[in-house]
């Protein structure tokens, strides 16, 4: 588990701390820095569009730049703008080294999916991806950490300090990694038969059911978890709720996600990538039912099931897509999911958006999400009973040549 490991570090500091550190900073940073509303709003709307923009930049140059050197110079930047966000003082100025942190990031996940596809056994696939992914949820938890013990004593600026030191760190456990992982395999090129050309992309996507499934479930997933995470306290709030109650929300959120990696990929990789899927789509659809009914009393229990499903999934989706792609395939498809999600989120947001100000509530806004969710359970049904048809199938065709 130590590529997992290694790569799941490399999330704490490019998606835990690149992309979320900010908005678990921004309190504390608009005391000393001039942060209007108007900032926030750009910062939100440009992360998310420079995140799919690095998603597509990745699908251009994945097949031309070794997907090692990607992890390391990611990590190299990443680490960089950390730092300089402890020494900026210019909103504008911000606003742009987080876009590169999101940009940064996206390439950085694209670049680890074909690494330990290729660099992995089929049966752990998921397992090592999973639990890769839920290095977000560890950079959650770490950024609660850096509020409740840095902060207080050292400022704001030395949150973001510690984040680049442990950049470094982590850099220096990924080169040693990598070196490891290039003397064990002899082949440093992609080959041209394992990739999928860009102007067939889109149409083998059409075709293949379980990459259109990946693809599908990835816009239902950005269209349902991002107003989900976005709006949760403002409609805790909006109830007149205590902020304590948002706060043991996305605690359990944090703990859930730590731990939901490696058990949501393990049941992947020994049972099936769809038998997983259903547990932690269910999880989370149960979670927010019960949410919808009684907010004060479940808000916790959809912080569970939302840390259950969001984490793990990205790697069981992965895992499921290595089993009838190369490493190189994977990774590109990885890409669309990625754009895919970026798209629904933008379109789930802006719905969001135009509910609060016309009905003045957000209660239509979470039975939207829930109902998504649920729409994501019927499909993974449905992927579950084709895939189990098709396997009967072959086994008929195998017992009558016999």
């Keep these: 588990m130590r590529v997992a490991a290694v790569f799941g570090l490399n999330q704490v500091v490019s998606h835990g701390f690149g992309v979320f550190l900010f908005a678990a ?3 504390m940073m608009r005391d000393s820095i001039a942060i209007t509303n108007w900032h926030l709003a750009a910062i939100a709307a440009l992360t998310q569009l420079s995140y799919i923009t690095g998603a ?13 050197r990607l992890v390391l110079v990611t990590g190299t930047v990443s680490t960089v703008l950390l730092f300089s966000m402890s020494q900026l003082q210019d909103p504008m100025i911000i606003t742009a080294v987080l876009v590169l942190l999101a940009a940064s990031a996206a390439i950085s996940w694209g670049a680890i999916v074909e690494i330990v596809s290729r660099s992995t056994k089929p049966e752990q696939c998921s397992t090592k991806l999973s639990f890769a992914s839920s290095g977000t949820a ?39 990694l990598l070196a490891k992982l290039n003397r064990q395999s002899a082949t440093q090129a992609i080959s041209e038969q394992a990739m ?28 349902s978890t991002m107003p989900f995470a976005n709006w949760l306290n403002t409609y805790l709030n909006e109830l007149q709720l205590p902020a304590a109650v948002g706060g043991y929300a996305w605690t359990i959120v944090g703990v859930t996600g730590m731990f939901a990696g490696f ?36 808000a916790a229990l959809a912080g569970f099931g939302y840390g259950l499903m969001y984490f793990p999934v990205w790697g069981i989706l992965a895992g499921w897509v290595r089993q009838s792609f190369s490493s190189t395939a994977t990774m590109q498809i990885s890409i669309i999911c990625m754009v895919t999600s970026g798209l629904g989120g933008t379109v789930g947001n802006l719905l969001a958006g135009y509910i609060r100000d016309t009905t003045g509530s957000l209660e239509l806004v979470y039975l939207i999400v829930t109902v998504t969710v649920s729409l994501m359970v019927l499909l993974t049904l449905i992927m579950m009973r084709a895939s189990s048809g098709i396997v009967s199938s072959r086994s008929i065709t195998v017992n009558n040549q016999s």
């Excluded at 597509?56 to 090692?68: D, R, T, Y």
């Design 25 to 27: 900073l921004v309190p």
């Design 56 to 68: 597509l930049l990745l699908g251009f140059i994945g097949n031309k730049i070794c997907s090692a």
């Design 138 to 176: 560890w950079g959650y938890g770490l950024n609660g950490l850096l509020i409740l013990l840095v902060v207080p004593a050292f400022g704001w600026q030395s949150s973001w300090q510690i984040a680049a030191l442990i950049g470094m760190t982590v850099l220096g456990l990924t080169w040693r």
């Design 196 to 223: 999928i050309p860009v102007s067939k992309l889109l149409r083998t996507i059409m075709q293949e059911r379980t990459a259109l499934f990946a693809c599908t479930v990835c816009f239902l997933l950005g269209f």
């Design 263 to 298: 058990i949501a990929g393990w049941i992947a990789d020994r049972t099936s990538h769809g038998m997983a899927l259903m547990i932690i789509f269910s999880g989370l659809a149960l979670s927010l039912m019960a949410f919808v009914y009684d907010p004060s009393q479940f």
